[in-house]
């Protein structure tokens, strides 16, 4: 695993354990002094590049970040992410048309790992 940088190590010392204790984007952003998007740009580098088991969830009144520790965790970390990748495909199809309506021009956006 990469070594961790300072803000990533604040921000991750930062996030409770266990959905139910999530921390909420813009409160972890007040107490680290990051920008809502840095912080999340952050967490993201957790999980994908050092394998952190960080989840968030979008339940009203008690969405946030928060460590995954159980089954339950991982179930409330993963029920939105289709559901928003799905969107997001969705409306790159749109603008893929709009392109070609346009601009005459042939637009193909494509998932890069």
């Known amino acids: 695993m990469e070594k961790m940088t300072r803000k990533e190590r604040l921000v991750l010392g930062l ?6 204790q999530a921390i909420h ?4 952003a ?3 002094g990051l920008s809502e998007r840095e912080a999340r740009e952050i967490i ?12 968030s969830s979008t339940e009203p009144g008690a969405g946030g970040y928060f460590i995954i520790t159980s089954a ?3 179930e409330i970390a993963t029920r939105h992410l289709k559901p928003r990748a799905a969107k997001i495909f969705k409306r790159a199809r749109a603008l893929e ?6 601009f ?3 637009l193909k956006l494509v998932l890069e790992e």
């Open 15 to 20: 996030i409770p354990i266990g959905s139910k």
């Open 25 to 28: 984007k813009r409160r972890l």
């Open 30 to 32: 007040e107490l680290t």
């Open 44 to 55: 993201y580098h957790l999980v994908v590049e050092h394998g952190l088991p960080i989840g």
């Open 72 to 74: 339950e965790d991982m």
């Open 97 to 102: 048309k709009l392109a070609q309506q346009m």
């Open 104 to 106: 005459n021009r042939q």
